[in-house]
């Protein structure tokens, strides 16, 4: 196998394949040059660059150095169509590496896939492969360091540097994060390695400009990308460019005019539902006059319901065991289920009715009394918002409903 490779780099490679030497150690890294199309070349090119970068910075790998491409070295061993474990470990032997670094990118709407893969020589077998996006509005050097960076590290399975990538539109202004000092803004964006985890504030600062500042909290591993553009003092922003501002006055919630409107709203629908109870009402008295010729013939004290719906007609009901003749039975039945019907439907259109409109009401003085109290204040601080919070908590409404046999009521509590 030896003759092979001499015979077939030196035909199609020369001799810089042989440039790089083995390292001494346990471990030595190759990165290949990334498969692509001849159109993505330039990109796949210098990605691949940046993976080698990101190898050499961990001296566990034992870089070797050499930057032959795959797709050079997959046809010197004629396996480029087929990329099996076995060709690779030839190919890693021959570059008498431990471990090889390889992958392929393809181009999809201006952003790219980037697939790279961890391969054990020794072993002749894969470690573990990542796929990644880079976006194609994330291609600049500082975005493309990071990205992998980020690739190598979930290779060997290593937590991702927690990192912020600070963008400006001028150069030459300072970037502090909680106040100190981490940086100028310059042509390329500012890479922010190994940040705290958790809660920060990132400013940036140059004189004649406005102050950009930024509150966010940033996660284990992970990567903000902050744009903080600049603007004269007194310049007004071009359309659709937001500025996060330094901070400013708090203005207080107006919550009144929520309370005040919900409480017209919801006053409405407790009127809407007595009105349905009146409905009810209606409907019941309708009842009891479909009734009144059935009553004249029971007899005092019995229910003219429970009578006309017994199976067969009784003399305690009517005097005599026999169906009055000048009564419909039919319609007597009929008549009591929807006088009981509607008794039971105005018992709740009521009941829902006067809670809602009780809490309708509850709201709107509630919500005026807050209005006439309530003075608008441009500045203030984090105590007085909280102060203002626990006033808006002081009011409370309880609603609360009692059935009895006779009936029911509801009761309404509230502190104003």
Known sequence: ?????????????????????????????????????????????????YLRDAVE????????GKDQTLEQLAMAFGCLDSLDPMCLQEIGEGLETTLLIH????SSFGDFDVTVTLFDVVKGKVVKSTASTIAGDKQGSIYLQDASDRIIAELLDEEPRTAIIVQSNKSGATILLDGEDVGTTGAEPVWLRDVEPGEHELSVEKDGYETFMKEFEIKKGGRLDIDAPLYKVGEKPP?????????????????S?????SGVGVGIVGLGLVGAGVGMTAMVSGANDDLSAARQVTLSGQDV???????????????????????SRSNVKDACSKG???????????SLGAA?????????????VKKKGKKASVEEDDEDEEEYEDEEEEASIYIIPSITPDGGFLSVVGRF
């Open 257 to 261: 005019k929520v309370m005040l409107w």
């Open 340 to 350: 009981k019907t509607g008794q039971a439907a105005q018992f709740v259109f009521y």
């Open 239 to 255: 359309d659709g460019v937001g500025v996060s501002p330094v901070k400013g006055p708090k203005v207080k919630p107006d919550k």
């Open 356 to 368: 809602a409109a009780a809490t309708g009401i509850a709201l709107i003085i509630t919500a005026l």
């Open 57 to 64: 910075a961990r001296e566990k790998l034992g870089h070797t």
């Open 305 to 327: 319901c429970s009578c006309f719906n017994e199976s067969l007609p009784t003399a305690e009901c009517f005097g005599s065991p026999a169906w009055p003749s000048d009564v």
């Open 103 to 106: 992958g392929k990118v393809e």
């Open 1 to 49: 196998m030896g003759k092979r490779l001499t015979v077939l780099i030196s035909c199609l490679l020369a001799a810089s394949v042989w440039t790089g030497t083995a390292l001494a150690g346990d471990a030595s890294t190759t990165v290949l040059g990334l498969l692509s199309d001849e159109a993505d070349s330039t990109f796949a090119e210098e990605f691949s660059g």
